[in-house]
């Protein structure tokens, strides 16, 4: 909400395009913004268009012709001063799609937002986009901090962020993990949760999610992708269930190649479906991007609720301390932390020793290795050799610890991960201090 606030006001502001998955919330944000800062929404959704509306596109894409329309479509005046005009899921219609580019040039004067949730396949399908001529923000499932602010616990979040080396809430935060891991950070299912704490109605609205999904299979590929999608979709329990979870195709059925299934895989990524950490076997050389390897491969879930789901995870195990974390080899805490760090761009590191770092980023101009423990036995074999061949200024592992600085290693406890950006900069400032 602050991001859209500041596009209202900036100078120079172009149509904005909310892009991510179905249902993490765009439309509720943006009529929600619109309801508080403008005096007016017109609304339009593309996602079942009346034949009046694609009509209305047909013909000439001028801004002040298609504001004239919907104004009598929608029986509204819209004034560049005080409506917001949204389009939603304007990749269904696509010269609404192109018509922003018009907007931006000829009537920069609107407040024209947009959002999308297939963008990225209608795209490859040949529609015109409008390249420069948009903002651009994206919108993700509920990490585990606006979690907890949606359950009430902004004060206790905000004095662990003051003290972050204390932990005087463990007990509280780790029951609310718990609940995450299960619920995940589906806007509607998270709300249905705080409403009921019924764990059946959270298995019933992630199926619903789930199967929504799996329509967009059928309803906008052939039959064969659909297939190699559904496939690829319902394989990716099995794949973080192996010794090593690097994506395998054979996992995916006997025989299984490469060249059979990319475009499915593209397909789940252009969708926000799915999230792609690509392999380096570098620690000490910027930018990792140019240092990856596309062919090796990690593959996580939009969400870690739906990810349980469809793994048939139950509630008993999630509430099984033991369990959890011992008998299911961890499914579930790469996941949780991938999902905390999606503003950051991931990659997994490997080594010639068949040693494996769960996550490594950069951090400014230096590389920072993450790794990522199940319960409280921390020790890290891949980890102590990263930090032995490269010798970052600081490294991060994850686990039921408690948090604290050892060193130039600093411990984070899985449900302390709101204050990850706070203590990484904190540990780095005093890490060079020490140096």
Same mark, same amino acid.
């Given at each position: 909400?602050?991001?859209?606030?500041?596009?209202?006001?900036?100078?120079?502001?172009?149509?904005?395009?909310?892009?991510? @998955?179905?249902?993490?919330?765009?439309? *509720?944000?943006?009529?929600?913004?619109?309801?508080?800062?403008?005096?007016?929404? @017109?609304?339009?959704?593309?996602?079942?268009?009346?034949?009046?509306?694609?009509?209305?596109?047909?013909?000439?894409?001028?801004?002040?012709?298609?504001?004239?329309?919907?104004?009598?479509?929608?029986?509204?005046?819209?004034?560049?001063?005080?409506?917001?005009?949204?389009?939603?899921?304007?990749?269904?219609?696509?010269?609404?799609?192109?018509?922003? &580019?018009?907007?931006?040039?000829?009537?920069?004067?609107?407040?024209?937002?947009?959002?999308?949730?297939?963008?990225?396949?209608?795209?490859?399908?040949?529609?015109?986009?409008?390249?420069?001529?948009?903002?651009?923000?994206?919108?993700?499932?509920?990490?585990?901090?606006?979690?907890? *602010?949606?359950?009430?616990?902004?004060?206790?979040?905000?004095?662990?962020?003051?003290?972050?080396?204390?932990?005087?809430?463990?007990?509280?935060?780790?029951?609310?993990?718990?609940?995450?891991?299960?619920?995940?950070?589906?806007?509607?299912?998270? @709300?249905?949760?705080?409403?009921?704490?019924?764990?059946?109605?959270? &298995?019933?609205?992630?199926?619903?999610?789930?199967?929504?999904?799996?329509?967009?299979?059928?309803?906008?590929?052939?039959?064969?992708?659909?297939?190699?999608?559904?496939?690829?979709?319902?394989?990716?329990?099995?794949?973080?269930?192996?010794?090593?979870? &690097?994506?395998?195709?054979?996992?995916?059925?006997?025989?299984?190649?490469?060249?059979?299934?990319?475009?499915?895989?593209?397909?789940?990524?252009?969708?926000?479906?799915?999230?792609?950490?690509?392999?380096?076997?570098?620690?000490?050389?910027?930018?990792?991007?140019?240092?990856?390897?596309?062919?090796?491969?990690?593959?996580?879930?939009?969400?870690?609720?739906?990810?349980?789901?469809?793994?048939?995870?139950?509630?008993?195990?999630?509430?099984?301390?033991?369990?959890?974390?011992?008998?299911?080899?961890?499914?579930?805490?790469?996941?949780?932390?991938?999902?905390?760090?999606?503003?950051?761009?991931?990659?997994? *590191?490997?080594?010639?020793?068949?040693?494996?770092?769960?996550?490594?980023?950069?951090?400014?101009?230096?590389?920072?290795?993450?790794?990522?423990?199940?319960?409280?036995?921390? !020790?890290?074999?891949?980890?102590?050799?990263?930090?032995?061949?490269?010798?970052? !200024?600081?490294?991060?592992?994850?686990?039921?610890?408690?948090?604290?600085?050892?060193?130039?290693?600093?411990?984070?406890?899985?449900?302390?991960?709101?204050?990850?950006?706070?203590?990484?900069?904190?540990?780095?400032?005093?890490?060079?201090?020490?140096?």
């Amino acid at each position: 909400m602050s991001e859209l606030v500041l596009w209202k006001g900036k100078k120079g502001r172009k149509p904005l395009l909310l892009e991510g @998955a179905r249902q993490v919330g765009k439309t *509720w944000l943006l009529k929600e913004f619109g309801k508080r800062y403008f005096k007016n929404v @017109a609304y339009v959704n593309f996602q079942n268009p009346s034949r009046e509306i694609t009509d209305l596109f047909e013909g000439s894409i001028e801004p002040r012709r298609i504001v004239g329309m919907l104004e009598l479509y929608l029986d509204m005046k819209i004034s560049a001063t005080d409506t917001l005009l949204f389009f939603d899921e304007v990749q269904e219609v696509p010269r609404a799609l192109t018509s922003l &580019k018009y907007f931006c040039e000829d009537t920069p004067e609107y407040y024209v937002v947009t959002a999308g949730s297939l963008l990225g396949i209608f795209l490859h399908k040949g529609t015109s986009f409008p390249v420069g001529k948009v903002d651009s923000l994206r919108l993700e499932p509920l990490d585990f901090e606006e979690f907890l *602010w949606a359950n009430g616990r902004d004060k206790m979040l905000d004095y662990i962020k003051e003290h972050p080396f204390e932990n005087q809430f463990k007990e509280i935060f780790y029951d609310l993990f718990k609940y995450y891991l299960f619920t995940g950070g589906m806007p509607a299912v998270v @709300a249905d949760w705080i409403e009921t704490r019924d764990f059946d109605n959270v &298995k019933i609205n992630q199926e619903k999610i789930l199967n929504n999904y799996r329509n967009d299979f059928s309803k906008h590929t052939d039959h064969t992708t659909a297939i190699r999608i559904r496939q690829v979709f319902d394989s990716l329990p099995a794949q973080f269930a192996k010794e090593n979870d &690097k994506f395998l195709y054979g996992t995916i059925k006997t025989g299984a190649r490469a060249r059979e299934y990319e475009l499915a895989i593209e397909w789940l990524l252009d969708a926000g479906i799915v999230r792609r950490v690509n392999n380096v076997k570098v620690g000490d050389k910027i930018p990792l991007k140019a240092y990856s390897d596309p062919s090796a491969f990690k593959l996580y879930f939009v969400d870690i609720g739906l990810f349980r789901y469809l793994a048939d995870i139950p509630v008993e195990v999630i509430q099984n301390k033991d369990a959890i974390f011992d008998e299911f080899n961890g499914l579930l805490t790469e996941q949780f932390v991938l999902q905390q760090l999606t503003n950051h761009n991931l990659f997994y *590191w490997t080594s010639e020793k068949i040693s494996e770092v769960d996550f490594v980023m950069q951090y400014g101009v230096d590389i920072l290795p993450i790794e990522v423990k199940s319960g409280i036995n921390v !020790k890290a074999k891949s980890l102590k050799q990263f930090r032995e061949k490269y010798a970052p !200024k600081i490294s991060v592992r994850f686990s039921l610890k408690d948090t604290n600085l050892d060193g130039d290693l600093l411990n984070i406890s899985l449900y302390y991960t709101p204050v990850f950006e706070l203590l990484l900069k904190l540990s780095s400032e005093k890490c060079v201090k020490q140096h």
